[in-house]
Each structure stands twice: as C-alpha cells, then as structure tokens.
C-alpha cells in the first residue's frame, strides 16, 4: 500500500515566521512530488513541484526533496495569515496507474496575527 | 496557465434525480482527468480516472454505474450522478493532468446537496 504520511496539526505559527511542513512517502519509487494549498471550502491550488534531490525555491516557497529518506518539505519565510490553509503533500510514480497522485491527509497551518 | 473549469460549482437536486458535473481545461489539453469527492474536514477521495476516448477506472468501492464517467473530448470530462441520495451529498473536485511530469489542476469544484 502506498502511503504518504503528513502531520495533521494544526501547525500554529506567528505572522512573520518560517512554517515548515513535512511529509514522508512510502513508495520508493515515486517520481514526482508536489505540494497543494486548499483553503477550506475550496478546492486545492498547486504551488509547488519537485523532482530532484535538493532544494527549489518560488518567493516565499521552498521545497525540499530528499529521496534516500524519502521525505518531502516545504518551507514558508515570512508567513501570512493569508497562508491558514491546509498543505496536501502528493506524490506519484511514473510507472503508476496513469500517474494517480496519492495524498496525503494534509497539515493545517495558522498562521496567527 | 493550467485552468480548469467546473460547471456548475453549486447544485440543489431532489432525491432519485441525476445531476451532471462538467470539468474543462480550458487552456491545455488533458488526455487524463481525475475525479474525486471531499466530505467535510476529509481528505480528497479519488473516485475514478477518466482517459479520453476510453472507459474510465473506478477506484474500489465506487459504484461505476452510478456515478457516469465520460471523457468525449481533451478538454472535458463529465460526471453524472443517477438518481443522487442524500448521502452523495458532497464536493466534487475534477482535476486535468498537464504535461509528462503528471501534475494536475484541480477545478474549483461542485457542491451536491440532494434533499
């Protein structure tokens, strides 16, 4: 069964912080990875990709990919209130079934004022 | 780029009647489509994968004949609900794959109330 495994929360941090989210993936083989944002009642907006090993920066998101522990993460500087959503961490692998994503069950973030 | 659209984003139908959800990408074209319902403070559920011009496969526990599946064009997908009951009362989310590395674009999504 392939899993991905993210901390529910809530993650609680103040306006002006670093969030940083975290996620593991069972499946070794997993290609892609991706990090959505949905905020409650909607549906979810992708934000970030990665593919390598390393670290890929877009504004106040990093992402970060680590295959040999298998662990995905994303990083928020200087966050928001704006960003109180919850982050679905997804991954899928090339040789999947039509390239499902399996997600995560999603961390909720709040940011506080 | 990558938009997808879902028509319509709120139904009210009466129990025993069917519903159709459109999902267009509107700017790219998706080969596969997803489909997925979220009941409330859940986690997304794929219900089914929609290829073009192809019979779509059902996830485990999703009842094919009650919940229609067509993919006609690269652009759209439908989802039909036959004779809708209370309890698939939900958000229905489609989402479009775009390019070879398998990201996918959720639509807005449609809220089903069936009363």
């Known amino acids: 069964q392939k899993e991905v495994e993210q901390n529910s929360g809530p993650l609680s941090v103040p306006e002006g912080a670093i969030a940083s989210l975290n996620c593991t993936y069972s499946?070794?083989?997993?290609?892609?990875f991706f990090w959505y944002r949905q905020y409650s009642g909607k549906s979810p907006e992708l934000i970030m990709s990665?593919?390598?090993?390393g670290d890929k920066e877009d504004g106040r998101f990093t992402a970060q990919l680590n295959k040999a522990s298998q662990y995905v993460s994303l990083l928020i500087r200087d966050s928001q209130p704006s960003d109180s959503a919850t982050y679905l961490c997804?991954?899928?692998?090339?040789?999947?079934?039509?390239?499902?994503?399996?997600f995560g069950k999603g961390t909720k973030l709040s940011v506080k004022p | 780029g990558a938009v997808v659209s879902q028509h319509p984003s709120r139904v009210i139908c009466k129990s025993g009647t069917s519903v159709k959800i459109e999902c267009r990408s509107l700017?790219?074209?998706?080969?596969?489509m997803f489909w997925y319902r979220q009941f409330p403070k859940q986690s997304l559920m794929l219900m089914a994968t929609?290829?073009?011009?192809?019979?779509?496969?059902?996830e485990q526990g999703v009842e094919k004949d009650k919940f229609l599946i067509n993919h006609a064009s690269l652009t759209l997908s439908t989802l039909t609900v036959t004779s809708a009951h209370p309890e698939d009362s939900s958000f229905y989310i489609c989402?479009?794959?775009?390019?070879?590395?398998?990201?996918?674009?959720f639509g807005p999504g449609t809220r089903l109330t069936v009363t």
């Open positions: 997804a991954v899928t692998n090339y040789g999947g079934s039509q390239g499902n994503l399996i």
């Open positions: 499946d070794r083989g997993s290609q892609s």
């Open positions: 700017d790219f074209q998706a080969t596969t």
């Open positions: 990665i593919y390598s090993n």
């Open positions: 929609s290829n073009e011009g192809s019979k779509a496969t059902y």
């Open positions: 989402s479009a794959q775009a390019g070879a590395l398998y990201e996918q674009y």
